[in-house]
């Protein structure tokens, strides 16, 4: 939804549904997305079921219209893209570390386990800590716009204040997320 605000599409139609009521697995969401999967997105008769193809189709579509994503310069779009897809590893890292007790079951649980999930964490944070400190105060992911790696990694960051994440662990990234969670289209 940040990249449509972003765009500036306005008046567009969205339902949230209940993971826990199971509402994700209906037959009007298996009728887009046999995966099953949200975000569903539906642009007239075009389906698109991956949120960052939903995203770039956005960028394609709207390019004109709204908050440039993607830059021009090749160079520049690398370090969007690279970021985008660096997204993963920072939710499934957080993922481990969330949600263990969720995906793993009871019996097969080992303390072991997740202290080298959390350690995994810890230091794909510092990495993205890194990041922000090599562009630099007051800059986005990828350089001093706000991107299409923000609107993509926002979501998985924003987590980590409601986990109770110290500050001190990643100060970049919570005052990155401090500066970006009052933007309008977030």
Not at 58 to 76: M, Y
Not at 163 to 183: A, D, I, Q
Request: glycine share 4%; with cysteine.
């Amino acid at each position: 939804m940040i990249a449509l605000e972003e765009k500036k599409l306005r008046g567009y139609n969205h339902k949230h549904l209940s993971f826990d009521k199971k509402e994700h697995q209906c037959a009007e969401v298996k009728a887009l997305n046999p995966r099953l999967q949200v975000p569903t997105f539906k642009h007239g008769d075009l389906i698109v079921n991956e949120s960052f193809a939903a995203c770039l189709y956005l960028e394609s579509a709207f390019k004109s219209q709204g908050t440039r994503l993607i830059p021009e310069d090749p160079a520049e779009q690398a370090l969007v893209y690279q970021r985008m897809f660096e997204t993963n590893n920072l939710q499934q890292k957080m993922y481990d570390v969330a949600f263990y007790e969720y995906y793993v079951p009871e019996g097969e649980r080992h303390e072991s386990a997740l202290k080298r999930n959390r350690e995994s964490l810890v230091a794909e944070l510092k990495l993205w800590d890194g990041y922000l400190e090599k562009m630099g105060k007051g800059s986005f992911l990828a350089g001093k716009s706000f991107t299409m790696a923000d609107v993509v990694c926002f979501p998985v960051i924003a987590y980590f204040p409601r986990l109770h994440c110290p500050k001190e662990r990643c100060p970049r990234l919570m005052e990155y997320y401090e500066m970006l969670k009052e933007r309008p289209g977030i």
